[in-house]
């Protein structure tokens, strides 16, 4: 039985997201961390809150978020309209999420690779090391178990051609992985003071 994927997941999960909007430059909460479930090819598909407002009112729209430098995303927004059975959720700030692509398996000798290379659980695409008994690590992990299932079901239509051809990057384990160095910081470190 095929499986069926929506439209836009391929879309989000090659979306960069948390750039600047070039439509509110001088705004404070400008950042493009929204995608429109509803809108089809309409650029960009990253978003801020105020093109929400104003092109989006009456649209389903999800909030990405960051966890550690990648993004994820709300179960409590993605469960209705998307199959995310066998994917590792994790609990960040009190609410369920889980990440959109593959993030790079800890190496070295860090307690993180320790606790890797201890896992009964992995990820059937890229083999990261899972917390609980799931199938995958992300979305874009699931995404690619799907696609190979289907027999690559972009030839049947529930899947753009352009998805198929992107399946490397729909993982991220190139792009996703590699991202440019460019990235705005959460805020300004600052040091302790010195004095007692």
């Known amino acids: 039985m095929m499986r069926r994927v929506p439209e836009w997941l391929d879309t989000l999960l090659s979306t960069r997201f948390f750039l600047a909007c070039p439509a ?8 493009c ?5 509803d809108c089809r090819g ?22 990405i978020r960051r966890s550690s430098y990648h993004d994820v995303v709300r179960v409590s927004e993605v469960e209705d309209v998307l199959d995310i059975t066998g994917v590792q959720t994790y609990v960040i700030n009190s609410a369920r999420v889980l990440f959109l692509n593959e993030r790079p398996q800890p190496r070295g000798a860090g307690a993180a690779a320790g606790k890797a290379a201890a896992s009964p659980y992995n990820c059937e695409i890229c083999g990261r090391a899972l917390l609980d008994p799931f199938r995958f690590c992300s979305l874009g992990c699931k995404l690619v178990d799907t696609k190979r299932s289907n027999g690559h079901a972009a030839a049947t239509g529930n899947v753009g051609e352009a998805g198929g051809a ?18 705005r ?12």
Do not use: T
């Open 24 to 31: 509110h430059p001088a705004s404070p909460r400008n950042e």
């Open 166 to 183: 992107n399946e490397a990057e729909a993982g991220g384990s190139k792009d996703g992985a590699a991202r440019p160095q460019g990235r």
């Open 185 to 196: 910081r959460k805020g300004i470190p600052h040091r302790a003071p010195f004095w007692s």
């Open 42 to 63: 309409a650029p960009p598909p990253a978003f801020c809150y105020y093109c929400r407002a104003h092109r989006h009112a009456a649209h389903r729209v999800i909030q």
């Open 33 to 37: 961390n929204m995608f429109c479930l």
